[in-house]
Every structure is written in structure tokens, then in C-alpha cells.
Nanobody, 123 residues
């Protein structure tokens, strides 16, 4: 059994920063690809960022590249999403995701999901 628990969401003004964390419990996920998706009101859940099991490779949605940074600490079983220069269109519930193989941007390929954390960016 795997549990992913996100934290760090909140309300921030446009241009501000937030750091999301996702702590994993249960079986080790140190050999899993991990990432973040988000879902805005009335929209489908979409890919945001992913990181390889060893942290060497990272992937980003084009609209967040250069503003968001994904990282992981396997010793702490935690993945992070540093979000800078936030925009109102970044407002969404952010979900942590993990899978044994690369999932690209496909929701259907993700095996484990967190419960989500709300990020609200005011203009």
C-alpha cells in the first residue's frame, strides 16, 4: 500500500511563490517516476512536471517551464514542486503522482495519486 500526501498549498498573490511537498509512505518509491498534475475548476486534470527515479531527468508542461522546478529527496521519500512567478491561471488543485515506469502526460498511466492540495493565485 502506498500513500502520497501533499502539503504546501495555499493562497498567494500573482508573482509570488509556493513550494509543494509530497511525502510517500508504505512501499519505497525510490525507483518510481514521480510528478505533479493539476486540475482547475471545470477543467480536466493536466500534467505539470515529472522527475525520473534518480532525479537526473525532469519534464515540464510548457507553460510552467522556467517558473516551476521539480525535485526529489529519496532519503526523505519526498518530491517537491517549487513554483515561482505564479499566475492566476496556475490556480488549481495540485496532485502528486507516482508510477514504476514513465507516464509522460498520461493520467491513465499513473498508478498512485495523492489527495491533492489547493493552490490559489490572486490577481
Amino acid at each position: 500500500q502506498v500513500q502520497l500526501v501533499e502539503s504546501g498549498g495555499g493562497l498567494v498573490q500573482a508573482g509570488g511563490s509556493l513550494r509543494l511537498s509530497c511525502a510517500a509512505s508504505g512501499r519505497t518509491l525510490s525507483n518510481h517516476v514521480m510528478g505533479w498534475f493539476r486540475q482547475a475548476p471545470g477543467k480536466e486534470r493536466e500534467f505539470v512536471a515529472a522527475i525520473s527515479w534518480n532525479g537526473v531527468s525532469t519534464y515540464y508542461k510548457l507553460s510552467v517551464k522556467g517558473r516551476f522546478t521539480i525535485s526529489r529527496d529519496n532519503a526523505k521519500r519526498t518530491v517537491y514542486l517549487q513554483m515561482n512567478s505564479l499566475k492566476p491561471e496556475d490556480t488549481a488543485v495540485y496532485y502528486c503522482a507516482a508510477n514504476g515506469t514513465p507516464f509522460g502526460e498520461r493520467l491513465s498511466a499513473v498508478q498512485y495519486w495523492g489527495q491533492g492540495t489547493q493552490v490559489t493565485v490572486s490577481s
